[in-house]
């Protein structure tokens, strides 16, 4: 992942890009990154750097620097926010999804226990999405579109199969 990620840079590609790995791996990510690269330049985060005091400070840093890569823990990773549009649109998107199905089950005659459970999903999914345009922004982190990150890598990836969009 490491060379793909220099050699796309090289070629013009992607311009910064991100390393998800496991929070206990992160320092030795970068030790070998800098072992084949030893002139990339590479910004790893540590647990102070995502704490409430400076998260945003350092998203902010990762927005504006000209890093190679950054090299974060998955818990970190998911402590950065998505947009509010982006939010509302994957749950219009999930909604619609969801809408399409209870339709194409009715259709086919399925059992109502489906149609049921579904039409519960529907509603708990609309409520979010309620909730998402009653409130206010929480802080004023930078957002991940904002970060101007081109390329994600995900070490262990498995961690995010099957996993729900989350928008929250």
């Not at 000209?66 to 939010?87: C, K, L, N, T, V």
């Not at 194409?104 to 409520?127: D, N």
């Not at 909730?131 to 081109?150: I, N, P, S, W, Y």
Request: glycine share 4%; hydrophobic share 35%; aromatic share 8%.
């Amino acid at each position: 992942m490491v060379a793909a990620s220099m050699e796309a840079k090289r070629l013009g590609l992607c311009q910064k890009s991100l390393f998800v790995v496991p929070n206990h791996l992160t320092e030795q990510w970068a030790s070998e990154f800098l072992r084949l690269y030893p002139s990339a330049n590479i910004l790893v985060t540590t647990k102070k750097d995502f704490e409430t005091n400076n998260r945003k400070k350092f998203c902010a840093r990762i927005a504006t620097g000209d890093y190679d890569a950054i090299i974060m823990g998955h818990s970190q990773f998911e402590r950065i926010p998505i947009s509010r549009e982006r939010q509302e649109r994957l749950l219009y998107e999930q909604i619609d999804e969801i809408t399409e199905g209870i339709a194409e089950v009715q259709a086919s005659g399925g059992e109502r226990f489906t149609v049921k459970q579904l039409e519960r999903t529907r509603k708990s999914l609309e409520a979010r999405l309620e909730k998402l345009q009653a409130e206010g922004r929480k802080d004023d982190v930078v957002t991940f579109e904002q970060l101007g990150v081109d390329r994600l890598f995900v070490d262990e990836a498995h961690n995010y199969k099957n996993r729900a969009k989350r928008c929250a």
